[in-house]
């Protein structure tokens, strides 16, 4: 019997170590997942707002990569779900209005649609689209409260032939979703002539075009340099109630259009009168000497 209760004892004094122990080791990890954040460049009360399994999951994330210090948003979206190839395409400030989009609420699933170049008609540049679809639901709620949808786009050739016309149109089914205005920002990247450096040309927070069920974001040209592609960032509220588990990604499609230009339309328009009018003019010519030879051969037949 007094074997017995020192087995017992000593499996609870056991028990009991680890677990002081497993404390100890999670309150060091906690401390150490905090101060390298801290280091990083994250803000004590950015992190405040956060739970410890995500700061961990942060923590994680940047000891996976290069260690590089990148945008405190670069990690934010990384441990959401966000695929690093795309991430990188991005600048700060639109990974910024990404983690803004986001807000309070709670991602579901993150979808990340590479799609092959697509050729235009006008003048064979291809241009290449990514689109990275993210679905959320309210934490308190727990209902879906819609999609945030970002668009990052390329021109595949050296110095494409742009017009001010062209745009990124993004569509989506109406009975699904419906837009929200206030939510969009684009950007268009421009290379300089002697280098291969990107820049931002220009940022926009007020859509080119918008309707119901689809945006465009048309881009500009700037004479100093070549407009290479762009972002654009904007979010979908869900107009009913959505199943979780169901991919909706297919309900979101993105076009590029490139669009002719007005001269070029009026200048075909020209051209196409001007040869209905000379053959007007043959005709009617061909008729009237006729008509003249018919009087010439009648006043010839009296005399």
């Not at 395409?89 to 209005?97: A, E, I, P, V």
Request: proline share 1%; with cysteine.
């Amino acid at each position: 019997m007094k074997i017995l209760r020192k087995i017992i004892g000593i499996v609870l004094l056991t028990v009991f170590l680890m677990t002081v122990f497993s404390f100890w080791c999670y309150g060091v990890n906690k401390d150490e997942n905090y101060e390298l954040l801290l280091e990083y460049g994250f803000t004590s009360d950015y992190l405040d707002n956060l739970s410890d399994v995500f700061i961990e999951k942060m923590a994680d994330t940047i000891r996976e990569t290069s260690g590089e210090k990148q945008a405190n948003d670069y990690y934010y979206l990384l441990s959401c779900g966000y695929p690093k190839a795309f991430l990188e395409l991005l600048t700060d400030s639109t990974l910024k209005n990404i983690v803004s989009s986001i807000g309070d609420n709670e991602i579901i699933s993150v979808t990340y649609t590479n799609k092959d170049p697509a050729f235009n008609m006008s003048d064979n540049s291809k241009v290449v689209i990514k689109r990275v679809s993210v679905k959320m639901k309210d934490k308190k709620s727990d209902k879906i409260v819609g999609e945030t949808v970002c668009v990052y786009w390329e021109w595949l050739d050296n110095k494409p032939l742009i017009r001010e016309e062209d745009f990124v149109a993004v569509k989506w089914n109406s009975e699904l979703f419906t837009y929200n205005p206030d939510s969009f920002y684009a950007e268009d990247y421009w290379k300089e002539n002697t280098t291969d450096k990107w820049t931002v040309a220009d940022s926009y927070t007020v859509l080119t075009r918008a309707t119901q069920e689809a945006i465009g974001h048309w881009t500009k040209l700037k004479s100093s340099g070549n407009i290479v592609g762009g972002a654009m960032i904007f979010s979908l509220l869900s107009k009913s109630e959505i199943d979780k588990k169901t991919d909706y990604t297919n309900k979101i499609t993105v076009e590029y259009t490139h669009q002719y230009r007005l001269t070029k339309f009026i200048i075909i328009v020209v051209i196409l009168v001007v040869i209905l009018l000379t053959a007007v003019i043959i005709v009617l010519s061909k008729k009237h000497r006729r008509k003249i030879q018919k009087t010439t051969e009648s006043l010839k037949n009296k005399d």
